[in-house]
């Protein structure tokens, strides 16, 4: 594990981290998001930097900020309160006061690991440094700060995989040359092969109708295969109707593990099954199955292509037959070569590298801006 690493022109930089305040940032992660951004803190101050998380309440970093009580999800469900004034204006005033904070506390630059539009503005109008990474497919308010900012040095943004750069197009059709793609890391020091695996494939994610889960059990159940499902429930109704009629003692849900007991399960399982029905921005889930050279069957959609390369099996995305002729097909390899893949392309070391880059570029940018907005200041005094 690397301490104190300095690349050559890569000084340690104080930086500010402003995380999404849906959930805490602690374990039990409930989603991508609050595993990344807790991964991301530690892997910064492994690189020897000065890091301060602002998120919700109930995270669990050492200096950490909280900028509200409680996460929203607990007050304010997002299923019930989405598009509100109400969740919107709470949301406000927690990072508003994440940017006052940022505003006076000496940051070199920040990283809005957020999905809050506003700090895209705020930092054009503080000429503040930021780095945003955009880890969810655009929606509208998103992609307008975007590619406002596109002009804006000191404003720069990371997707998670090649596959995303297109989504966020301009509206004229240019990638921004102040976005760039830094793949999500995975922590391979806990992430690691079994001595031996074990005869049950594995699903594991939230249960929600875009990861697929429905789609996985159908398989499951016309493969004959043997399925173990991890996960918390988000939609009840969803479960009740779509996977629970497929549950028997070789379909079976064993309810939400985390930690140690999910890695241990991760580890042994003879597949992790991937079946995202949506465009999967990255496939985190994928990545640390591969840590633990575990094979991967997966939807073809979104990057899960980009993050498997040849190291997984990939089927049509929402093709169930094809699905259960691939379980049936497997014979459980070790594909030791995943392991490899995810050391030279989805380590933490390499995500940290990719973000370095990012900083060094939004610090550079705000010199740049500055000199961009004085000559057109003196340009406009001239013609006045």
């Known amino acids: ?9 890569v000084p340690v930089i104080k930086i500010a981290v402003i995380g999404h305040i849906r959930h805490p940032i602690a374990p039990p992660f409930m989603g991508g998001m609050e595993s990344h ?10 690189a020897g930097h000065d890091v301060t998380l602002f998120a919700a309440g109930d995270s669990d970093l050492p200096n950490f900020i909280p900028i509200c009580d ?4 607990k007050i304010l469900p997002w299923a019930e309160w989405r598009g509100t004034d109400k969740l919107s204006q709470y949301q406000e005033r927690a990072f508003a006061r994440a940017w006052l904070a940022v505003l006076v506390g000496g940051f070199d630059v920040i990283h809005n690991n957020s999905l809050f539009p506003k700090l895209i503005e705020w930092a054009q109008r503080d000429s503040i440094p930021m780095l945003t990474s955009l880890h969810v497919p655009p929606y509208a308010e998103m992609r307008d700060a975007v590619h406002d900012a596109a002009e ?4 720069q943004f990371s997707v998670t995989s090649r596959s995303q750069l297109s989504s966020w197009r301009s509206p004229i059709g240019a990638v921004q040359t102040n976005m760039r793609v830094v793949h999500n890391g995975i922590d391979l020091a806990e992430w690691k092969p079994a001595f031996r695996p074990g005869d049950h494939m594995l699903w594991y994610g939230r249960i929600t109708p875009t990861k697929g889960l429905a789609e996985a059990v159908e398989a499951a159940s016309l493969a004959g295969a043997l399925l173990d499902i991890v996960g918390i ?3 009840e109704t969803y479960f009740a109707s779509q996977v629970s009629p497929y549950l028997s003692p070789s379909i079976s849900y064993k309810g939400h593990w985390t930690g140690a007991a999910l890695k241990n399960a991760v580890c042994k399982a003879k597949a992790v099954i991937v079946t995202p029905m949506w465009d999967e921005p990255f496939g985190l889930v994928a990545a640390e199955a591969m840590s633990c050279d575990v094979p991967v069957i997966a939807f073809d959609r979104g990057a ?3 993050v498997l390369g040849d190291c997984g099996t990939l089927v049509p995305a929402g093709d169930v037959k094809a699905l259960a002729g691939a379980m049936r097909a497997h014979d459980n390899t070790n594909h030791s070569g995943s392991r490899a893949r995810v050391l030279g392309c989805f ?9 370095e880059s990012a900083y060094a570029a939004a610090i550079a940018g705000s ?8 000559n057109a200041s003196r340009t406009v005094a001239l013609l006045a």
């Open 233 to 235: 429930i988000e939609d």
């Open 1 to 9: 594990m690397r301490t104190q690493r300095r690349p050559a022109g």
């Open 37 to 46: 951004c807790h991964s991301l803190v530690k892997a910064l101050r492994r």
């Open 347 to 355: 380590s933490l070391e390499a995500m940290v590298d990719g973000y």
């Open 304 to 306: 899960l292509r980009e």
């Open 367 to 374: 010199a740049l801006d500055a000199a961009s907005a004085s």
């Open 70 to 73: 409680q996460p929203y999800e």
């Open 152 to 155: 804006a040095c000191a404003q």
